[in-house]
């Protein structure tokens, strides 16, 4: 077998370094050997040319809109699964059997409660706490309680700590929401489906009778479908970084959270929401793109633009259909946000500067429309994300953990700093 390799000329040296080649998109060049044979590391800030890693698990092609996970389509996931059978196939590389699928939900909803003691953590919160702050703490505060699944060296003890984050994340997170509008928690339903159960532990109270309704909880489980995973994104690097030390999972995971709640990444869904309801009439878009396109303003169109889609975002199509959806079954006519968001890309993919720099909607640009819609607050929409996306973080964190070649993450730096230089005493300083 012939093993292809690149040639790289550095000062006087010349190497050959190993070119990979995965199932589909760029190959990569290996540049492991490089240092230990010229002495000089690469250097790319904000990993633009870097693949971190080898994965299975998510395929995106930025330039055509393509996303897959383990190879199915995200538009045909999104049509026909549901959200547990997308957690299944990310955890375990195919889709369930029926027997699996049944087995697997069962299994999922049985570790739904969290431990009682963690109401305690939350009553030391202000009410008035961003829920993503205590997402974050709730979530790391689950590594100081299951304590017979962190053996991260036992394939077993690594399943159960996945399908008890899978299970246990939408009850935190609907236990964060709650907490934020004062209203008492409200225990799992094992009757209910995932998310049917989520909705009813965010929107029933004890003295009324909440029964969900199917259309909008079909909604939520695609817009989970769609959050679920993306590769190697800013919170999951994150995660797979935190892992690599071989830290408690959980911690790991609220690592992700925290990475996630960034306005450039998660937090996008909200500022989205809040820049529609800024602009808040159609008259008044061309001065937000004037102001987009202003380079001595620092203000950018949230939900437009991707790291990796240079193509429409595949996820924001069926998140507007999804949208579409949720306000005709609300019964709601005239969304003004939404004639702002529909006439605002309208503009936007036609103006130069946006085709020019190839600036799509991204999934947060509907997303913040049809949460609302749903009864969720913006201080939850990244909380949804995270819910969501608590799957892909711990099927990434488990492949890694799973891969013979895992290493601790370390990345090396261009240090521009002082060189070396003598202390000089207090007394002596001007
Ligand atoms: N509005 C106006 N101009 C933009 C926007 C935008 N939303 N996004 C990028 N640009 C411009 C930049 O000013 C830059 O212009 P220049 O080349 O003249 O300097 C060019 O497009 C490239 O932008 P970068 O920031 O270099 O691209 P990068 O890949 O680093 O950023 C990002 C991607 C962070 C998503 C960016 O597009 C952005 O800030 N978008 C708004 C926030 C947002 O919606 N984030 C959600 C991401 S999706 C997710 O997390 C699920």
């Not at 240092?35 to 055509?64: M, N, R």
């Not at 961003?130 to 962190?150: E, K």
């Not at 995660?239 to 830290?247: D, E, F, Y």
């Not at 609300?330 to 600036?359: H, Q």
Request: net charge negative; glycine share 6%.
């Amino acid at each position: 077998m012939s093993v292809k390799t690149s040639t790289l000329t550095i000062d006087d040296k010349t190497i050959e370094l190993p070119v990979k080649d995965g199932t589909i998109g760029p190959s990569v060049v290996d540049i492991t050997p490089l240092y230990k044979h010229t002495g000089k590391f690469t250097y790319d800030p904000g990993f633009t040319s870097t693949a971190s890693c080898e994965s299975q698990i998510t395929y995106i092609d930025g330039d055509e809109g393509v996303l897959l996970y383990r190879g199915y389509p995200i538009e045909q996931l999104a049509e026909h699964g549901d959200f547990l059978e997308t957690c299944y196939l990310l955890l375990y590389g195919e889709l369930p059997t029926a027997a699996e699928k049944q087995d697997f939900d069962l299994r999922v909803t049985r570790h739904t409660m969290v431990h009682e003691q963690m109401n305690r953590f939350f009553n030391g919160f202000r009410r008035d706490a961003h829920p993503m702050a205590v997402l974050v703490a709730s979530v790391g505060a689950l590594s100081a309680f299951y304590h017979d699944s962190t053996d991260i060296s036992d394939p077993q003890q690594r399943l159960i700590a996945s399908i008890r984050m899978v299970a246990k994340i939408p009850t935190l997170a609907a236990m964060a929401f709650k907490y934020s509008i004062g209203q008492p928690f409200v225990y799992p339903k094992n009757s209910l489906d995932y998310t049917s159960n989520f909705l009813h532990m965010s929107f029933s109270v004890p003295c009324e009778e909440y029964v969900p309704n199917p259309v909008l909880s079909r909604a939520l489980d695609r817009i989970f479908i769609l959050h679920a995973d993306h590769e190697q994104n800013a919170s999951t690097s994150t995660v797979r970084l935190a892992g690599s030390s071989g830290a408690n999972p959980f911690a790991c995971i609220a690592a992700g959270v925290a990475c996630l709640w960034g306005p450039a990444h998660g937090g996008a869904n909200e500022a989205a929401l809040r820049m529609l309801e800024e602009i808040g009439s159609v008259d008044r878009i061309p001065q937000y793109i004037a102001k987009a396109k202003d380079k001595n303003d620092p203000f950018r169109l949230m939900g437009f633009g991707h790291r990796v889609y240079k193509n429409y975002d595949p996820r924001a199509k069926i998140m507007q259909r999804t949208t579409h959806e949720v306000l005709s079954e609300l019964g709601i006519k005239d969304d003004p946000l939404l004639d702002v968001a529909l006439e605002l890309e309208r503009i936007a993919l036609s103006d130069e500067y946006f085709v020019e720099k190839k600036l799509y909607p991204n999934i947060d640009f509907y997303s913040g429309i049809t949460l609302k819609a749903l009864g969720f607050p913006t201080t939850m929409f990244t909380v949804l994300f995270a819910l969501a996306r608590t799957v892909g973080w711990i099927a990434q964190w488990k492949e890694m953990i799973e891969d013979p070649s895992q290493k601790i993450g370390r990345p090396r730096q261009l240090y521009t700093g002082f060189a070396e230089r003598d202390y000089v005493p207090l007394g002596q300083r001007s």
